[in-house]
């Protein structure tokens, strides 16, 4: 049940660029599922789907990065307007802008987990 809450509180307090993320996040899963079971089949869409599963990964990370940066122009922005801010304001604001930096980091660790455990995997074939 603290794994439901931990999700709602990174897609509610991360902001819009969390949507994106998970959306690159599920796309590099769906790729390297898509990988494994056509990889005995079909060789060629094999590949392709582990280079699309990096590059939906690269997005991930890239989107969290932007949504940090974007984050702490918001909460510099919040700070400047009201002047004197409290500590703990501020140090909310960074905990929000770092959440989607932490989401794309996760997301490309896990694409690339998933994608070296493929390579390790595949045997290439042998051509006399």
């Known amino acids: 049940m603290s794994n439901y809450f931990l999700f709602t509180r990174l897609l509610q307090q991360g902001g819009t ?27 060629e869409l094999a590949r392709k789907m582990i280079i699309l599963a990096n590059e939906s990964s690269i997005i991930a990370l890239v989107i969290g990065c932007l949504s940090s940066m974007l984050g702490i122009i918001n909460l510099f922005d919040m700070v400047e307007a009201l002047g004197d801010v409290a500590p703990y304001t501020y140090s909310a604001g960074l905990k929000v802008s770092m959440l989607t ?18 390579k390790w995997t595949f045997k290439p074939v042998e051509i006399n």
Do not use: C, H, P, W
Request: no cysteine; net charge positive; charged share 15%.
């Open 101 to 118: 930096i932490t989401f794309g980091l996760f997301s490309i660790t896990v694409a690339r987990i998933g994608i070296l455990i493929y």
């Open 17 to 43: 660029g969390m949507y994106f993320i998970l959306i690159a996040f599920l796309l590099s899963l769906f790729f390297i599922v898509m990988a494994f079971i056509k990889r005995n089949k079909e060789d």
